[in-house]
């Protein structure tokens, strides 16, 4: 009788998929005219279903993941964003952020007296250590710094450390976005470790512990859209040989914008006398008002990218969710995130997107052959 297989941990299996490519330092450069392509990654615990989504529009659109130039992310979409940078081809790395947000409990977790620190309101839920360990690994980020990844990335954090000083203030001024990239070489954050970014851009207050005095980037825009933008349009801008590389508008950039799925919810109310218990404590949809500042600034930012780079050159992918509930609640589901990727209104939005992709100017540089066989 055959022995059986000793199972291998999570991470090894995981790190075992992407060794089929040879490791790459180099950066996907824009050459020509090609518009310069940007993959942006919300924040928010539906980071699965962004996976989801992505494997399943690699499967409809071979190499279209291969020829993203710049990753933009907030919290969780950083976290995945740089793990998807490693690669010259993310699509290798597909499996490694898939795994880790399917067993996110097993990270996102806390010693016994951590959580009764928690709970007396003196210590954040969760303890960033099993975080910090997972993606410091061989197969995830190991020890690579920006300037080490094989694409450009800009990632939102919130810095509540001391800052500028201004002479007309008393004490030094806080409380400003960090946007961390590594676009120009002379940039600072070009020797910011990969792993100390994502943790910036993810310490979510209450849950997380605050990383080098800066907290989730979601307290700046949880839809990284409109500071990719900016960031690309001031490197553009900038005197130096390295800009060259990018548009100074937006004729030259397309974009695709990811969300973590939406709630299908409306309210019957027109004129209305509502208080802190209507916007914050229904036992319906507690928190609502926190989940309407999240939305609408999302939206907005939607609007606004969608006005400024012309709407055939920017898609968003954002489905609603399929099954009622308090919306963080379902987003957290693991199950529910598979269940929401797959069913028939996403599958319907993933195959407009990666119809979209044929028609942007996204697939310039695949070969023929590829192009030929994304279209039969």
Same mark, same amino acid.
């Given at each position: 009788?055959?022995?059986?297989?000793?199972?291998?941990?999570?991470?090894?299996?995981?790190?075992?998929?992407?060794?089929?490519?040879?490791?790459?330092?180099?950066?996907? !450069?824009?050459?020509?005219?090609?518009?310069? !392509?940007?993959?942006?990654?919300?924040?928010?615990?539906?980071?699965?279903?962004?996976?989801?989504?992505?494997?399943?529009?690699?499967?409809?659109?071979?190499?279209?993941?291969?020829?993203?130039?710049?990753?933009?992310?907030?919290?969780?979409? &950083?976290?995945?964003? #740089?793990?998807?940078?490693?690669?010259?081809?993310?699509?290798?790395? #597909?499996?490694?952020?898939?795994?880790?947000?399917?067993?996110?409990?097993?990270?996102? @977790?806390?010693?016994?007296?951590?959580?009764? @620190?928690?709970?007396?309101?003196?210590?954040?839920?969760?303890?960033?250590?099993?975080?910090?360990?997972?993606?410091?690994?061989?197969?995830?980020?190991?020890?690579?710094?920006?300037?080490?990844? &094989?694409?450009?990335?800009?990632?939102?954090?919130?810095?509540?450390?001391?800052?500028?000083?201004?002479?007309?203030? @008393?004490?030094?001024?806080?409380?400003?976005?960090?946007?961390?990239?590594?676009?120009?070489?002379?940039?600072?954050?070009?020797?910011?470790?990969?792993?100390?970014?994502?943790?910036? /851009?993810? &310490?979510?207050?209450?849950?997380?512990?605050?990383?080098?005095?800066?907290?989730?980037?979601?307290?700046?825009?949880?839809?990284? /859209?409109?500071?990719?933008?900016?960031?690309?349009?001031?490197?553009?801008?900038?005197?130096?040989?390295?800009?060259?590389?990018?548009?100074?508008?937006?004729?030259?950039?397309?974009?695709?914008?990811?969300?973590?799925?939406?709630?299908?919810?409306?309210?019957?109310?027109?004129?209305?006398?509502?208080?802190?218990?209507?916007? #914050?404590?229904?036992?319906?949809?507690?928190?609502?008002? #926190?989940?309407?500042?999240?939305?609408?600034?999302?939206?907005?930012?939607?609007?606004?990218?969608?006005?400024?780079?012309? @709407?055939?050159?920017?898609?968003?992918?954002?489905?609603?969710?399929?099954?009622?509930?308090?919306?963080?609640?379902?987003?957290?589901?693991? !199950?529910?995130?598979?269940?929401?990727?797959?069913?028939?209104?996403?599958?319907?939005?993933?195959?407009?997107?990666?119809?979209?992709?044929?028609?942007?100017?996204?697939?310039?540089?695949?070969?023929?052959?590829?192009?030929?066989?994304?279209?039969?």
């Amino acid at each position: 009788m055959a022995k059986s297989r000793k199972k291998r941990p999570l991470i090894e299996q995981a790190a075992s998929t992407v060794i089929q490519e040879p490791e790459s330092n180099e950066t996907t !450069r824009p050459t020509g005219a090609r518009p310069l !392509r940007i993959l942006a990654l919300d924040g928010g615990p539906a980071a699965l279903l962004v996976v989801l989504m992505l494997t399943d529009l690699e499967e409809r659109v071979p190499g279209f993941l291969a020829n993203v130039d710049v990753i933009a992310g907030t919290s969780a979409g &950083a976290i995945t964003g #740089l793990m998807l940078a490693t690669k010259a081809n993310p699509e290798f790395m #597909l499996p490694v952020a898939a795994n880790f947000w399917r067993d996110e409990q097993s990270y996102y @977790k806390n010693s016994l007296l951590g959580y009764v @620190k928690a709970f007396a309101g003196v210590g954040p839920f969760n303890d960033s250590n099993y975080v910090q360990q997972f993606l410091s690994q061989g197969g995830v980020l190991a020890d690579r710094k920006l300037k080490d990844l &094989a694409k450009w990335v800009i990632l939102t954090s919130f810095d509540i450390s001391a800052g500028q000083v201004l002479v007309s203030a @008393k004490s030094p001024l806080n409380w400003r976005p960090k946007i961390f990239q590594n676009m120009g070489p002379d940039r600072d954050d070009q020797e910011m470790l990969a792993v100390d970014a994502a943790l910036c /851009s993810s &310490a979510s207050p209450i849950v997380t512990a605050v990383h080098r005095g800066k907290v989730d980037g979601g307290l700046v825009a949880n839809n990284p /859209s409109m500071i990719a933008i900016a960031e690309v349009f001031q490197e553009g801008m900038r005197p130096t040989a390295a800009a060259m590389q990018f548009p100074r508008d937006h004729q030259g950039i397309v974009m695709l914008s990811v969300g973590g799925g939406r709630a299908d919810e409306a309210f019957k109310v027109s004129d209305a006398n509502w208080g802190y218990f209507q916007w #914050l404590l229904n036992p319906l949809n507690p928190l609502l008002l #926190l989940n309407g500042f999240l939305s609408g600034t999302t939206e907005a930012i939607v609007m606004e990218s969608e006005q400024i780079l012309d @709407k055939p050159k920017f898609r968003r992918l954002d489905p609603f969710y399929t099954e009622h509930g308090l919306l963080p609640f379902v987003q957290a589901d693991p !199950r529910k995130q598979q269940r929401t990727a797959e069913s028939a209104m996403t599958q319907e939005l993933i195959q407009e997107t990666a119809e979209w992709l044929q028609t942007c100017g996204w697939l310039q540089d695949l070969p023929e052959a590829a192009t030929a066989a994304i279209g039969g």
